[in-house]
């Protein structure tokens, strides 16, 4: 079974529009951290945020914002009025430290982000 | 320089030739990975050095060779590779890489490698 899923392959919006990325995890462990990483054309993966398990407060930053739940085992994140330069595609990862050879990120599949001008 | 560099940027190389892909962390990190994207597969770690172990995804064959001469540098040493081995092969720093904790992984630009 896939550790982080991505379901949304690729999304396309139109500037301005809000757009939520869905991310759904699998672990046993307590203690774990979730990641959320942009890709954009250039290839280099930009941290966006890291969250642990013991925090459960929603994030926002400027026009982004992340929800995690802990009930669902989700960790969404949402643009607010999206961009152009919005356009990338978006990494969850997980990591798990307490589990040997997990320590590093485990990554889903990736959803590829649109936004039309 | 800052953060994370990686050179080439792009590498096309024949099945029996040998190369090196090299990265360089400016962040005075303690901890580096190699991770490979394929166009059709998640992010997959390959290996990780810390100040404190060598850590390596098994399922990596021994075509690709890793070697850390210090903390802030990390090649992978590639021969005979396979067409299939072409890929983006990403570079990561963190400050620790310590049993039990976890840091931020900071990303180079990847190197996209094309065998023939």
């Known amino acids: 079974a896939q550790k982080v899923t991505q379901a949304q392959t690729e999304i396309s919006v139109v500037e301005k529009e809000d757009v939520t990325l869905d991310c759904v995890y699998e672990?046993?462990?307590?203690?774990?951290?979730l990641f959320w990483y942009k890709q954009p054309p250039s290839g280099e993966l930009v941290f966006l945020i890291r969250?642990?398990?013991?925090?459960?407060q929603n994030e926002i930053s400027g026009r982004y914002s992340w929800n995690f739940q802990k009930s669902t085992s989700s960790f969404n994140f949402t643009i607010t009025a999206s961009q152009v330069v919005d356009s990338a595609v978006y990494f969850c990862?997980?990591?798990?430290?307490?589990?040997?050879?997990?320590?590093?990120?485990?990554f889903g599949s990736g959803t590829r982000l649109q936004v039309q001008p | 320089e800052t953060g994370v560099t990686q050179t080439p940027r792009h590498l096309v190389m024949g099945m029996t030739n040998k190369k090196s892909l090299k990265c360089e962390q400016h962040?005075?990190?303690?901890?580096m990975y190699w991770y490979k994207q394929s166009a059709k597969k998640p992010l997959e770690l390959m290996f990780v050095?810390?100040?404190?172990?060598?850590?390596e995804n098994n399922s990596v064959p021994s075509r690709f060779s890793p070697e850390c001469p210090n903390s802030s540098h990390l090649f992978l040493h590639l021969h005979t590779l396979q067409p299939e081995d072409s890929a983006l092969y990403l570079c990561?720093?963190?400050?620790?890489?310590?049993?039990?904790?976890?840091?931020?992984?900071?990303f180079g630009p990847g190197t996209r490698l094309t065998v023939l």
């Open positions: 969250r642990n398990s013991f925090d459960e």
């Open positions: 672990t046993r462990d307590t203690t774990y951290y």
């Open positions: 050095y810390s100040l404190e172990e060598r850590v």
């Open positions: 990561a720093s963190s400050l620790k890489g310590l049993a039990g904790t976890t840091d931020t992984q900071y």
């Open positions: 990862a997980l990591s798990e430290p307490k589990r040997p050879g997990r320590r590093a990120l485990t």
């Open positions: 962040l005075g990190h303690n901890a």
